[in-house]
């Protein structure tokens, strides 16, 4: 996959969407991006979570069923936990030292400019093997405490048969029926640090240079900034019948045949990839003709503001700003968006550019859907080689 093919220039949909005023609690308006989406402790962290401080707010008027899907999700973390405690202890005691061991294979240059190679190849295992490990760790510190994020309170309607319907993953097939013109070929997954991979001022697409880290920071903004505004993603009239957006479902036609207006691609924790806290998070849903929506908080400022941008259906790349006014940009490939972890490209500014990853967080379910033992999928995206150019 060619990056340079990434749409740039016009608006995507910008005179077609219907301006709504912002259903989002809070600040809607980013200053700017900073490090401080990693900072906090765990105290400043959780603080709200833990306590509860909203809980009467928001409880309130809640039916019997909701009462008993959040027991049930406190008693599955908990049993998560403590299923999980010696593996977690373990990757936190080794955590630096695994980390130190993939700088210093990724120092030598051709351990990942040369697929075929057995070191590179052990490389990019060992460096998602690191990030499945890291998810757990983000999972273990999150638990339940954010479960009031994304909610029909937080969007402002009462009209979601489930109100965590925003939670919902979606399959690769589901995305490529629902989203115009990204099924014009395989899904393509693009590992940023391992097979794309920001050295210096250049970046490299299978180890072969593919233009400097300013034309890409550049091409991603530019196809965020294709939409101006998006409305808050809604679910359709009744999500009971809508069978396009249910966790595990396989069925493509469903979401071809939808008349459901956005799919949601689920909620995810942003953190840096090495270690540090995940303060941000995120819930991304996209439109049939590749808009993207949604909204972010940060729960130690209490920052909050939609997310804005597209996806370009050539090189099935999905970019936005956090934020109407937000200057950084998050970029990652539409089906990376399918997995329960996903690396971005963190877009500072045009020269200051980032790996981080998204962590997906489980879907809090109503009690009468069944109940099943959640785990990260710790297989590896497809390795996908980028397509040559043509002509």
């Known amino acids: 996959m060619n990056l340079d093919t990434r749409a740039g220039g016009g608006r995507l949909g910008g005179s077609n969407l219907v301006q709504r005023p912002s259903q989002l609690p809070g600040n809607t308006q980013r200053q700017g991006l900073t490090d401080r989406l990693g900072g906090g402790n765990r105290e400043?962290?959780?603080?709200?979570?833990?306590?509860?401080?909203?809980?009467?707010?928001?409880?309130?008027n809640r039916g019997n069923n909701w009462q008993q899907a959040v027991q049930n999700r406190e008693g599955f973390w908990n049993n998560w936990s403590s299923q999980n405690q010696d593996r977690l202890s373990n990757f936190r005691q080794n955590q630096d030292d695994r980390w130190n061991n993939l700088q210093t294979a990724r120092d030598d240059r051709q351990a990942w400019r040369e697929t075929n190679r057995e070191d590179w190849q052990n490389y990019r295992k060992d460096m998602w093997d690191y990030r499945y490990d890291r998810a757990d760790q983000i999972w273990d510190d999150v638990k339940d405490y954010n479960d009031d994020l994304f909610d029909d309170y937080w969007w402002g309607g009462g009209y979601a048969a489930n109100p965590w319907w925003w939670w919902a993953p979606a399959t690769a097939g589901l995305v490529s029926g629902f989203v115009s013109g990204v099924a014009t070929s395989e899904p393509y997954y693009y590992d940023y640090g391992v097979t794309t991979v920001y050295q210096g001022d250049?970046?490299?697409?299978?180890?072969?240079?593919?233009?400097?880290?300013?034309?890409?920071?550049?091409?991603?903004?530019?196809?965020?900034?294709?939409?101006?505004s998006a409305p808050p993603p809604s679910p359709p009239a009744s999500t009971e019948e809508e069978t396009s957006n249910k966790t595990g479902s396989n069925d493509e036609t469903t979401a071809k045949e939808s008349n459901a207006d956005w799919l949601a691609l689920g909620v995810w924790a942003l953190t840096q990839e090495e270690k540090g806290d995940a303060v941000v998070f995120l819930q991304i849903s996209?439109?049939?003709?590749?808009?993207?929506?949604?909204?972010?908080?940060?729960?130690?400022?209490?920052?909050?503001?939609?997310?804005?941008?597209?996806?370009?259906?050539?090189?099935q790349l999905a970019a936005w700003h956090l934020g109407q006014n937000g200057k950084a940009v998050i970029e990652t490939g539409i089906f990376?968006?399918?997995?329960?972890?996903?690396?971005?490209?963190?877009?500072?500014?045009?020269?200051?550019?980032?790996?981080w990853l998204l962590v997906r967080l489980p879907q809090p379910l109503m009690p009468d859907q069944p109940q099943r033992v959640e785990a990260i999928d710790r297989e590896p995206p497809p390795l996908t080689p980028a397509k040559k150019d043509e002509g």
């Open 44 to 60: 400043q962290r959780f603080a709200a979570g833990q306590n509860r401080d909203n809980w009467s707010q928001w409880s309130q």
């Open 202 to 228: 250049t970046v490299y697409v299978d180890g072969k240079p593919a233009g400097s880290t300013q034309e890409h920071a550049e091409k991603a903004v530019a196809l965020a900034d294709k939409v101006e």
């Open 286 to 315: 996209v439109n049939k003709e590749g808009v993207i929506s949604g909204a972010y908080k940060n729960t130690v400022t209490g920052e909050s503001g939609p997310i804005i941008g597209a996806v370009d259906p050539e090189s």
């Open 336 to 355: 990376n968006l399918t997995k329960d972890v996903a690396p971005v490209a963190l877009h500072f500014d045009s020269k200051n550019t980032r790996t």
